[in-house]
């Protein structure tokens, strides 16, 4: 049972450099979404998807940008990243998109470090 | 602004009993969520109340009270492994999920 897949695990990365984050699921959600974990602070919303073929802004969405192909996959990219941008990368899906009640099913993080 | 408080950390011993609360202002509410993270590990989901009262769930319990906007996420007969923290979400009105900063729970033993 695979559930979400998020790669890599963890990465250092130089400042400016571009940079991608790979998440998928096998679990046929409808949604998807990016959060990032900072401690001190509550998980904070950067993109999310409802459906495939559909994305939106989050609460933190400058400096990413994602798309959403397909079902099971949803990318996020940074063009050039900077040392602010250093955190947990959190993906998650749910059957429904945002506008009803689902569960959020995690994956287990990218630990995201610019220098 | 949207406001999710809970305690930063909390220490309970083994077998007794800890009440995690949440306190929280948005705007509209479409229910209230409860995470439970493992250091190093992702979130997962414990329960979600709309309504007020108490939703048991075996040995953890989640209580609502909109009118004071106010949650407690109760354990009981606590165990070594329930040393995590614990995150409180709440749905508003648009259906964004507004997180707090979550509760670390150390268990003693």
């Known amino acids: 049972i695979a559930g979400i897949t998020q790669a890599p695990t963890s990465q250092i990365l130089a400042a400016g450099r571009r940079m991608t984050l790979r998440c998928t699921q096998d679990?046929?959600?409808?949604?998807m979404y990016w959060y990032r974990q900072d401690l001190g602070l509550g998980l904070r919303l950067i993109h999310y998807s409802n459906t495939a073929g559909t994305t939106g802004k989050g609460e933190v969405p400058d400096g990413y940008s994602v798309s959403r192909a397909n079902t099971d996959d949803f990318p996020l990219t940074l063009a050039s990243a900077v040392p602010s941008q250093t955190s947990v990368y959190f993906c998650?899906?749910?059957?429904?998109?945002?506008?009803?009640?689902?569960?959020?099913?995690f994956g287990e993080g990218s630990r995201l470090t610019v220098l | 602004g949207q406001n999710i408080d809970q305690p930063t950390e909390m220490t309970a011993t083994e077998g007794a009993i800890v009440q995690i609360n949440c306190t929280y202002q948005?705007?509209?509410?479409?229910?209230l969520f409860w995470y439970q993270q493992h250091a190093g590990e992702a979130p997962t989901f414990l329960s979600y109340n709309v309504l007020d009262g108490l939703e048991e769930k075996g040995r953890f319990s989640s209580f609502l009270s909109r009118s004071k906007g106010y949650s407690y996420l109760l354990l009981k007969e606590l165990q070594m492994k329930d040393s995590a923290s614990y995150l409180c979400a709440v749905l508003d009105s648009n259906y964004q999920l507004i997180w707090g900063a979550g509760t670390k729970l150390i268990i003693k033993p």
């Open positions: 679990m046929r959600h409808n949604a």
């Open positions: 948005t705007s509209g509410f479409n229910g």
């Open positions: 998650a899906s749910s059957p429904r998109g945002q506008g009803s009640y689902g569960e959020l099913f």
